[in-house]
């Protein structure tokens, strides 16, 4: 079975912080992608990334970035945490254009 | 542009009863196409997904999802609801570099 785990499962920052959420896949998945989910809004695409060293920006990329130096581990980091960045983040990874595996999410909540 | 629409926002069903959750996408080429899950507090997991070929698919947990393309539509079933089918559900289609535009969701609430 494909395993996408993330770092953490609950976390609380403080407004001004550097965040680092990480996600790590055993599948050597050559897609990675991270997502907020906020009620109302569904799922947003924040970046995404095709291979080692390689990102895309999603939808809402602003307040974030990311990194992979290897290809099992991405990272989304948020640079100055804000309230607003307050959600429930997804990770998920694929191969080509097949289906994406979901973690289990982390629910940061910046004060 | 792409899109994906599910029209219902919530659905009350009761245990044993019918469900069917409405899928419409928009998307130039030939979609492919997939139904996740998600209970509270967890990740979205894969119930099916449609690429090709046989336009009834068999998912995980009793679910199927029928592919219409004179529709644009993707409709999930499942013949008897239980309890544990309490969840969110989204409809979701593949674009460019294997990115998915996702639906709303639906909430799907079981009454006893």
């Known amino acids: 079975d494909v395993k996408v785990t993330q770092s953490s499962r609950y976390l609380v920052k403080r407004t001004g912080e550097k965040v680092f959420l990480e996600c790590v896949q055993d599948?050597?998945?050559?897609?990675m992608f991270w997502y907020r989910q906020d009620p109302g809004l569904g799922l947003r695409l924040i970046y995404f990334?095709?291979?080692?060293?390689?990102?895309e920006k999603g939808d809402i990329p602003e307040g974030y970035s990311v990194s992979r130096e290897k290809k099992e581990r991405f990272s989304l980091i948020l640079e100055s945490a804000s309230t607003n960045q307050t959600s429930m983040y997804l990770c998920?990874?694929?191969?080509?254009?097949?289906?994406?595996?979901f973690g289990p999410g982390t629910r940061l909540t910046v004060t | 542009a792409q899109s994906v629409t599910q029209p219902d926002i919530h659905i009350t069903v009761s245990e044993g009863a019918s469900l069917e959750l409405r899928c419409n996408y928009s998307?130039?080429?030939?979609?492919?196409l997939f139904w996740y899950v998600q209970s509270p507090g967890q990740g979205l997991q894969l119930l099916l997904k449609?690429?090709?070929?046989?336009?009834l698919v068999q998912g995980i947990k009793g679910f199927e999802a029928e592919f219409k393309r004179s529709q644009s539509s993707f409709n999930l079933r499942k013949p008897s609801v239980h309890w544990s089918d309490a969840a969110e559900y989204f409809c979701?289609?593949?674009?460019?570099?294997?990115?998915?535009?996702f639906g709303a969701g639906t909430q799907v609430v079981v009454t006893p």
């Open positions: 998307y130039g080429a030939t979609p492919y």
């Open positions: 990334s095709y291979d080692v060293k390689m990102k």
């Open positions: 979701a289609c593949i674009y460019s570099w294997g990115k998915l535009q």
């Open positions: 599948m050597d998945h050559e897609n």
């Open positions: 998920a990874s694929s191969f080509s254009r097949q289906e994406q595996y």
């Open positions: 449609y690429f090709s070929g046989d336009t």
